[in-house]
């Protein structure tokens, strides 16, 4: 979780990194506005470019979940 450096409460995401595409492409499929604590998460790539073309290749539709693109693929964030 991501802190304030002044404050140092939680400023509310989270990234997470996994070891392959499927994993992440999982994570984002299962737990996308899945609710925890009566909050809606939302799950995307933080950078997107080939695991979005991966996940068309696979029939999953991200154009609702998918962050801005730049070049770590593997890493996601979580929040809420």
Request: charged residues 25%; hydrophobic residues 30%.
């Amino acid at each position: 979780m991501v802190s304030d450096q002044e404050t140092g409460k939680p400023r509310g995401f989270a990234f997470i990194e996994f070891e392959d595409p499927q994993a992440a492409l999982s994570a984002i499929r299962n737990m996308n506005e899945y609710e925890i604590n009566g909050r809606k998460i939302r799950v995307n790539f933080s950078n997107s470019s080939h695991l979005e073309t991966l996940a068309g290749q696979m029939g999953m539709d991200l154009s609702n979940v998918t962050g801005p693109k730049k070049d770590d693929n593997t890493t996601n964030q979580a929040q809420g």
